[in-house]
């Protein structure tokens, strides 16, 4: 490759890297071209890139921005997974892809300014994602409410009820 063509692909990485939220490497040995082509699609979905990027050309972009401590990870067949919105949605994606096939395994990744190894970018993909925390979180406020208007409306309730039976028992006697 023309050292200008090299040159590029590391730009190429760099914007990359730049236009994310967050971004993980993964170890796509044993992936057919038509897998890659799946995740590459529900990824699409969730804001999500994926892509096969040369080791050599991996290393200069994080040396470049300064992700030092990634540098550790890079090495083998190596893969990154861009998150462009949302940290999490396609760490999860890709996760329960890499389950469903199991050839495909996380190296590292880089979420909030913070690296993290393999077993925690598991641990992580794991998680809820923002939106399920957040209905998680409005059905916990909503519960004491719920349960304060029952608990208001409960007594008129049974006094319409006991009105209703002493109703139909007049009926019955006429």
Known sequence: ???????????????????????YLCDYTGLTVAEMSELRRKLRDKAGLFKVVKNSSLYFALKDKNFDEMLKYVAGPIAVLFAHQDELEPLKTAYEFSEEVSKMSFK??????????????????????????????????NAPIFKLVYALNWPLQALVSTLEQVRKQKEEVK
């Open 1 to 23: 490759m023309v050292r200008a063509e090299k040159i590029e692909k590391v730009n190429d990485v760099k914007e990359n890297l730049d236009s994310s939220t967050a971004f």
């Open 108 to 141: 590292a990744g880089w979420v909030d300014g913070k690296v993290y190894g393999p077993q925690e970018i598991n641990t992580i993909a794991k998680l809820p994602g923002k939106n399920e925390l957040r209905a998680m979180l409005v059905c916990t406020l």
